[in-house]
Structures are given as C-alpha cells and as structure tokens.
C-alpha cells in the first residue's frame, strides 16, 4: 500500500486552491465575484490560481455577459473532482494513520 502522503495532489497545496474547488463541491458553478468573497482573496491572487486549475484541467470557464456587464462562471470538471476527492481521501487517510 502507498503512503497517503504520496497520493496528496501539489496542485491543492494552496489554501485557495483548496477553497475554489471546496466551493465548487457544493455548487454547480460560481461566478468571479462569489469566489472572490467565498475565499477572501484579492482579484489577482484568485485570478493566478483559476487559471492554474484551468490549465490543468480540474475547472472549466464560461465567459458572458449579464446585460452589459461580462460574468465569467467556474464549474468543477469530472477529472477535477476525482482528482480533489482523491486529495481529500489521502488528506484522510493521513489522519487515520496518525492517530
């Protein structure tokens, strides 16, 4: 059996990172705006850490427009949430381990 901590994904190290796809867990998708205040994080930093998971895959990007003003939306892909359920099961196991 592979230790737990081996199975830890790098790409959510980051507390932000953490956060995005914790909120898109429990939403089907969530505009810039809601992340931003979900997560308390500066546009920039959200926006760098976006278009990380964006790269790699793990959210997909919807940009539009709400009259006049663009919304862009996020939602969680399959392999994103396999790959943050596989996270959170190494998280867990983790834990079971050091008990």
Known sequence: MRN???Q???LFDSRVRIGIMSALMVNESLN???LKALIDV???N???HLKSLEENSYIKVQKGFIGRKTNTTYTMTKAG???FRNHLNA???IIKTTK
């Open 8 to 10: 830890l994904n790098k």
């Open 32 to 34: 810039f705006n809601d």
């Open 81 to 83: 949430e396999t790959a």
């Open 46 to 48: 959200l926006a760098s």
């Open 42 to 44: 500066t546009d920039g």
């Open 4 to 6: 737990p901590i081996e």
């Open 91 to 93: 998280l867990e196991a």
